[in-house]
């Protein structure tokens, strides 16, 4: 079992920056993991944003946050920490951020994922 918990959403400014975290546990397999941020917004499909294997090996974007988002992955002894950082925000990137771990490598289908954090809110707004 993994345990997946976001924070850091919030309200920001059109152009401004932010971090989201996501703390997974409950895995020594840790490096057979692969964990996707996913986005929805109201009315729309969840949607793949950016994922990175545990192992710290090899990251994935959709094209709509290429060059303007970054992933990265933090490991200690029981816990991964996978950042989002996102730059340059738009009011198209308003959207409740979801994490999402599975075990085994790259996927943007949020069907192929079986352990989800509750999610955290980020509006881009001014």
């Known amino acids: 079992q993994v345990h997946v918990v976001e924070s850091g959403g919030g309200l920001v400014q059109p152009g401004g920056s932010l971090r989201v975290s996501c703390q997974a546990s409950?895995?020594?397999?840790?490096?057979?993991?692969?964990t996707g941020w996913f986005r929805q917004a109201p009315g729309k499909e969840r949607e793949f944003v950016a994922g990175?294997?545990?192992?710290?090996?090899?990251?994935?974007?959709a094209d709509s946050v290429k060059g303007r988002f970054t992933i990265s992955v933090s490991r200690d002894s029981a816990k991964n920490t996978i950042y989002l950082q996102m730059n340059s925000l738009k009011p198209e990137d308003t959207a409740v951020y979801y994490c999402?771990?599975?075990?085994?490598?790259?996927?943007?289908?949020?069907?192929?994922?079986?352990?989800w954090g509750q999610g955290t809110q980020v509006t881009v707004s001014s």
């Open positions: 999402a771990a599975r075990r085994g490598s790259y996927a943007t289908d949020p069907r192929d994922y079986a352990y």
């Open positions: 409950g895995s020594t397999y840790v490096d057979y993991y692969f």
């Open positions: 990175i294997a545990w192992s710290g090996g090899g990251t994935s974007y």
